[in-house]
């Protein structure tokens, strides 16, 4: 399905607590980006990296940090931070940044009890 | 700021019929334009997408239209099916806004 994964496909957090999504890719793609979907709402950028080692913030970047440090990886961090931060959360990568397709992840669902 | 605008929000056709969404967007330097498909419990996969110097495009039974001038795009669906059932999504700003999806119900 896409050489995309992530990990795990379910998360449970107590509030206060930072948790870190997997991403993975095995495509060679040099771009990756994180959206969030909530109902209704299409899916939000959170932060995206056209090439490893830098990364640029989307629309609601605040409360969640990244890192690029090697090509195939981009792991999310879901800090303490963010206000309400149950929902879906997909993970995606392209062959460049520019006009092309994106190959979504399977999501993790994460839950703050 | 920049933005896209994806409607309807919901979509209800008898099976055969045809079925159009339609997404705005406002960012003029916007020169690629994607539809996605999400099917229940799954991730979204690219159905169709356009680019800016194409006013339509077709394969089999979906297209999508552009008009540059009025700053929208359309996917058509012709010959609904219930497998069509599932949440579209436009894209614009290259692929990091998307429209706020539409669910599609294909009544058999």
């Known amino acids: 399905d896409g050489g995309i994964t992530q990990s795990p496909k379910y998360l449970f957090r107590k509030e206060g607590q930072n948790v870190t999504l997997s991403c993975e890719q095995n495509?060679?793609?040099?771009?990756m980006y994180w959206y969030r979907q909530d109902p209704g709402q299409g899916l939000r950028l959170i932060y995206y990296?056209?090439?490893?080692?830098?990364?640029q913030k989307g629309d609601i970047a605040e409360g969640y940090s990244v890192s690029r440090e090697k090509k195939e990886s981009f792991p999310l961090t879901v800090t303490s931070a963010q206000k309400n931060p149950t929902a879906f959360y997909l993970c995606?990568?392209?062959?460049?940044?520019?006009?092309?397709?994106?190959?979504f992840g399977p999501g993790t669902r994460l839950t703050v009890l | 700021g920049e933005n896209v605008e994806q409607h309807p929000s919901t979509l209800s056709v008898q099976e055969g019929d045809s079925a159009v969404i339609k997404c705005t967007y406002s960012?003029?330097?916007?020169?690629?334009f994607p539809w996605y498909k999400q099917e229940l419990g799954k991730r979204p996969q690219l159905i169709i997408d356009?680019?800016?110097?194409?006013g339509e495009k077709k394969d089999q039974r979906i297209a999508v239209t552009l008009n540059k001038t009025a700053k929208h795009f359309s996917l058509h669906i012709t010959e609904t099916q219930p497998e069509d059932s599932a949440v579209y999504f436009c894209?614009?700003?290259?692929?990091?806004?998307f429209g706020q999806g539409t669910e599609l119900s294909v009544k058999p």
């Open positions: 495509l060679n793609h040099d771009a």
């Open positions: 356009i680019r800016s110097n194409v």
């Open positions: 960012d003029s330097a916007s020169n690629y």
């Open positions: 990296s056209q090439i490893v080692n830098d990364f």
């Open positions: 995606a990568s392209s062959v460049t940044s520019g006009p092309n397709e994106q190959f």
């Open positions: 894209a614009g700003r290259g692929k990091l806004i």
